[in-house]
């Protein structure tokens, strides 16, 4: 392993031990207040400084790890699920379904995946698994693509062809031959969309449309600590911090994953 990528494991692990136990490292409340030790820079006794009601913000990142990867995981499952529907239809269905389910691509992928997200979020309101929700659909049109060509490709493959000369159904090649070596790729599109999906919504509730003060929830921190910035810079650079590193770490675990399994 690259030094890198032992970082990245050890980023994730950190973030699966505080998602799981965050008590183990934070053993304070997230949410409990003291506002006579409000505005502390970063110190021993708090090493990420405290925010504007008191709170450390070593606490709130740690218990805030599980909120943001939970949405991560649910946001890149739906996208995953939704772009493979999609993307099998495309390439089992015919030539008028598949040019149908790529003209619908194309007008999704003219807009941008935040823009998407937005929108959803105006029509159903904002919150945490509103955001979930919105952030895996606007995902999954780029997941559809990579599908549908990954299950053309495993259709034109010569063990296909000798299962169809066989006399399997359409349902046993795609259940028995197509899916299983078309969802093999997906494993490693699942760790790069962890990473993205966790800075989406932490964009959104940045924003105000994803969790909503006082969680603790990264995005949500990173907007309470915008009015303090030229004081109180603690605030903001510790969350973003987190979430920058979350997202490098899940990037470069993917491209590792992808690497081995391409050279296996």
Known sequence: MTPFEVLA???ALFLLVAGLLPGL????????IDPAAAFQPPSPAHWFGTDESG????????????????????????????????GTIAGMLG???????????????????LLLALLFILIFGPGVWTATVAVGLSASPGYARII????LAVRRSSFVEAATVLGRTRRQLLLRHILP??????????????GQA????????????????????????????????????????????????TAVAATVLGRAIERRARYA
């Open 9 to 11: 494991v050890v980023v």
């Open 25 to 32: 490292l934070a053993p304070g409340d997230p949410l409990g």
């Open 55 to 86: 709170r450390d913000i070593w606490t709130r990142v740690v218990h805030g790890a599980g909120t943001s990867l939970v949405i991560g995981f649910a946001a890149t499952a739906i996208g995953l699920g939704v772009g493979l529907v999609l």
């Open 95 to 113: 030539p008028a379904v598949d040019f149908s389910v790529n003209r619908l691509l194309e007008v999704l992928f003219a807009f941008p995946g």
């Open 148 to 151: 549908r060509g990954q299950l």
């Open 181 to 194: 070596n078309t969802l093999a790729p997906l494993f490693v599109l699942g760790t790069l969309g962890v």
């Open 198 to 245: 966790i800075v989406w919504a932490s964009a959104l509730s940045y924003l105000g449309l994803g969790a909503q003060p006082p969680a603790a929830e990264w995005g949500a921190m990173l907007s309470a600590g915008r009015t303090y910035l030229t004081t109180a810079w603690w605030m903001s650079f510790f969350p973003g911090l987190v979430i920058v590193l």
